[in-house]
T-cell receptor, first 112, second 109 residues
Framework: IAGITQAPTSQILAAGRRMTLRCTQD?????MYWYRQDLGLGLRLIHY???????GKGEVPDGYSVSRANTDDFPLTLASAVPSQTSVYFCASSDGTGDGYTFGSGTRLTVV | GQNIDQPTEMTATEGAIVQINCTYQ??????LFWYQQHAGEAPTFLSYNVLDGLEEKGRFSSFLSRSKGYSYLLLKELQMKDSASYLCAVLDSNYQLIWGAGTKLIIKP
């Protein structure tokens, strides 16, 4: 693993199903983030975690939950998927310096 | 509210120079980032400005004026591989990144 790994790469999901998007980093970054990216809207923050054991809500948290049991992993769960959650999801991490965020390669989710 | 504005799309010619502008209104300011995102890929870090002035990094330069809430990304000697979206993002008072919607840059031969 080098950087951030997201899984799956893409998924088609039936509405009402539960789904967990996985995110793992090996850079020992304290802060981690989940974004969704939709055409014309840019990146919108769903949830974040400043350090292991803590999480916070971003701009669009409804319908999503996260956990941060350790430094490396930050899974995002959709409890009951709806079509409006069709999007590209990016996980990112940061060490809090001016080097910015490192992003995973994204998960393309389609809810039908 | 917090707002980041940048043009939706720009077109430029291979070998030329292009300037992508970004204006922002945020609650606090702890730095401004530019990211490059090729279609279907993740954003990648280009530059970070926290003080006023110009930061040069090879063919790319980024400028910041905090008093005007303004930044630009300057790309010189454009290459076809520079065709991508360019995202402006501001780190606010809570150290959260606020993102613009991105500028799609199309390079023509």
């Amino acid at each position: 693993i080098a950087g951030i790994t997201q899984a799956p790469t893409s998924q088609i999901l039936a509405a009402g199903r539960r789904m967990t998007l996985r995110c793992t980093q090996d850079m020992r970054h304290n802060a981690m983030y989940w974004y969704r990216q939709d055409l014309g809207l840019g990146l919108r923050l769903i949830h974040y975690s400043n350090t292991a054991g803590t999480t916070g809500k971003g701009e669009v948290p409804d319908g999503y939950s996260v956990s941060r049991a350790n430094t490396d992993d930050f899974p995002l769960t959709l409890a009951s998927a709806v079509p409006s959650q069709t999007s590209v999801y990016f996980c990112a991490s940061s060490d809090g310096t001016g080097d910015g965020y490192t992003f995973g390669s994204g998960t393309r989710l389609t809810v039908v | 509210g917090q707002n980041i504005d940048q043009p939706t799309e720009m077109t430029a010619t291979e070998g030329a120079i292009v300037q992508i502008n970004c204006t922002y209104q945020t609650s606090g300011f702890n730095g401004l980032f530019w990211y490059q995102q090729h279609a279907g890929e993740a954003p990648t870090f280009l530059s970070y400005n926290v003080l006023d002035g110009l930061e040069e990094k090879g063919r790319f330069s980024s400028f910041l004026s905090r008093s005007k809430g303004y930044s630009y990304l300057l790309l010189k000697e454009l290459q076809m591989k520079d065709s991508a979206s360019y995202l402006c993002a501001v780190l606010d008072s809570n150290y959260q990144l606020i993102w613009g919607a991105g500028t799609k840059l199309i390079i023509k031969p």
